[in-house]
């Protein structure tokens, strides 16, 4: 049996006491200090009741005492819910309670929840380090709260059974971390991969750094490197693919060996071509642990850079419309099954079922598979290339938004009578979610207001467009791809013009 | 050394109208508008900083990878200008 994420860490405890798990600019941990620290923080957890079959919320900015949340929780036995300290208290109040959750951690006292048991509280000190509580494969592991059609977040449970897989493939298969990496925390606390990103490096005896909260965090990433001796980072695809080409030679002569990416598409030249960095593209939706597929980029790597193949013990199917296997190079939805499958969307058993269907291919009984909604082929050497989306979820900034749910809470507002939003890459300052409205027009100010109790920021459309009606096609729905030709963003031009003459 | 004819401020213009897309909806940039107010985000601020870089073969100070930096045309010309001057007179550096 895998081992879980837990005994693994524990493993490194035992064994490397005096190496470094955790890195800031400020202080380092030692596997022996990281391990009691979090050892106690799960104690503390499971006298509150926290255990296997649990959940526990997060609620706390990337950095070191997040990372200590995360682990302490794991090994509390329960399942980590990470919440955005940021996100509208409204949205993760709603979260926390459909989920049951009623241990929270946090970083720093939580206006919301006055009940939450902060990270550094000096009590722990005196808290006993109780024997861990080893969870079951099939035990949560996290839950990750994603958009959700409808116009409610669903939150994702994934068992550890997924988690450890990834990890033992991420070690022995793929190389993604070795036991003197150094591997640099970038990505959002409230994202799967950074259950990946940091969890893996301390399954195998190697370093997270934990770069400090900055300014301009994707320019700061550089010095974050350079001041942490990093040599393994992730880089969201929507950064690597337009800016690849320039960042990756800096970031070799900067000591790294891997960038991992992922995220959405990964669209772009150079990725082989700073030697001897290698760029590893993960894909996977949420529901399927991170990343199941993997692709490592050489010289003959294409600008539209394939998804790779399945890691061990997962499968994966190009399906027509009536789950009938289409041949190699032709367009099919992608369906996961095997290892690394989530339980399904918590409290959501309708909405579950809809997605992860019988896996018609497996001799086991029980056994299911994960539609993820992306049109892909195999190619003839065993590859898949992503080719598009079935449903109109959109990536932003790497981030998954279901257009419904935008659409859903713009609805919400008082004098919007209908709502259409699309992502527009033509837009002024770059991609942006842009609103078109028809009802009373509200100002810029209000409408973003409303939305950002409701939503998390990189839901918020940056555009709003008030039209009299909406256009509409033939059958009668709106046509989005007049939408998506419309000039939207002249009105700041007009006013501008019209200074000119003055 | 080869130097362009074209001044700093121009060539900077063109890479912020290119990277923000704002040519495209008709508006012509002004050496102080601010491109926080103009749509551009913490990725398209990298962009530019690496584009910028790339181009005049320079790479700014920590000190200056700061929003204010990259707020106007203005402001990256200016943290341009200082770049090259200090890699021109490096006895000048303190």
Known sequence: MTPTVCDLFERQVRERPDATAVRTSGRSWTYAEFGGTTARLAARLRRGGAGPGGIVGLVAPRGPQALTGIVAILRSGAACLPLDPDDPPLRNREILDGTGCRQVLAAAPVEWLPGAQLIDDPTLEDEEEAPPAAPDPLDLAYAITTSGSTGRPKVVGVPHEGLSNLVAASIEDLDLVRPDDVMLWTLAVTVDSTMHDVLMPLCCGGCVAVPDPGELPAAGMLRAVRALGATVLEIPAAVLGPYGGSLLPRLAEAGVRLVITGGSQLDGPGLADADPLVVCNGYGPTETSVAPLWYRCDKSTPRWVPIGRPIRGVRAYVLDEELNPVPDGAAGQLYIAGAGLARGYLGLPGRTAAAFLPDPFSDTPGRRMYATGDRVRRQPDGEYVFLGRTDDQIKISGFRVEIGEVEHALRGCPGVADAAVLLRRDAPGGAALVAFLAGTPLSDEEISGRLRDRLPRHMVPRFHVWLDRLPLNRPGKIDRAALAEMPFADARADRRRTDDVT | ?94
Request: hydrophobic fraction near 40%.
């Open chain 2, 1 to 94: 050394m080869i130097v362009s004819q074209e001044p700093v401020v121009e060539i900077v213009r063109r890479i912020v109208d290119k990277q923000l897309n704002l040519s495209a909806h008709g508006y012509e940039l002004d050496a102080d508008d601010d491109l926080w107010n103009m749509g551009m985000t913490s990725l398209t601020c990298m962009g530019l900083m690496l584009t910028v870089e790339d181009t005049f073969q320079i790479e700014l100070p920590e000190e200056a990878l700061r929003e204010g930096t990259f707020r106007t045309v203005g402001t990256i010309t200016a943290a341009v200008e200082a770049a090259r001057s200090a890699h021109e007179k490096p006895e000048r550096r303190v």
